[in-house]
């Protein structure tokens, strides 16, 4: 079956300092790549969306120099969090679509992101 | 831009009992409509979607969603819950099924006592 994996699950990093997660899809080609966020107590947030063959899009309030992203093939994405505050804790999630005009987005378990 | 309300923050309901929870979207044409599940300290999980066609729709575990056009509406239902049922529950939305991503409401926590 089709399956998105998230790494690292849970994650802590030091005020200032980066992280970065990788997120991969299994048993389908994932032609597009949605990253979002979790804020604590809040609803998902749409950081950007990666499409094979176009510019990654972000959404307002987030930057390509804040998270930077990677889509280099169709069944791997990466992001990396730059200089992470307090705000950017939560829950970061990648949803994947493959080709096909019926899939809807599958999402992996999230990495869960800690900032001291 | 579209947007979705969820109305209601918090439901409860006894094991058993009938469940359903309220999604409204603004959007000028239909949009892609989804209902997805967080369980506690998880990611997200795909209960039903619609696109066209008939606008009742069934998912897993026994829910289902039906679509109103003319209320701008995508409520999910579930006949008889479960403990299990009990997570939080998010109606989302997107203007085509390929190059956008979701729109998500605030969702909804659901707590099923016994």
């Known amino acids: 079956g089709a399956l998105v994996y998230q790494y690292p699950r849970r994650t802590i990093c030091k005020s200032g300092t980066s992280m970065r997660m990788e997120c991969q899809a299994v048993g389908f080609q994932a032609t597009s790549v949605a990253w979002y966020r979790q804020s604590p107590q809040k609803t998902f947030e749409l950081i950007a969306l990666s499409t094979v063959n176009s510019a990654i899009k972000y959404e307002q309030n987030f930057t390509q120099e804040k998270f930077p992203i990677s889509h280099p093939n169709l069944s791997f994405s990466s992001m990396t969090v730059l200089n992470a505050y307090l705000e950017d804790r939560g829950l970061y999630l990648c949803g994947a679509r493959g080709r096909h005009n019926n899939q809807a987005p599958l999402f992996g378990e999230g990495t869960r992101l800690s900032v001291l | 831009a579209q947007s979705v309300t969820q109305p209601d923050a918090r439901v409860t309901v006894s094991e058993g009992a009938s469940l359903q929870l309220r999604c409204k979207y603004s959007y000028s044409a239909t949009p892609y409509l989804f209902w997805y599940v967080q369980y506690p300290r998880q990611g997200l999980q795909l209960l039903l979607k619609y696109y066209s066609g008939d606008p009742v729709v069934q998912g897993v575990n026994g829910f289902e969603a039906e679509f109103s056009k003319s209320n701008s509406s995508f409520h999910l239902r579930k006949a008889s819950v479960h403990w299990s049922d009990s997570a939080v529950y998010f109606c989302?939305?997107?203007?085509?099924?390929?190059?956008?991503?979701?729109?998500f409401g605030l969702g909804t926590r659901v707590s099923v006592f016994p």
């Open positions: 989302a939305v997107s203007m085509d099924n390929y190059a956008q991503g979701l729109t």
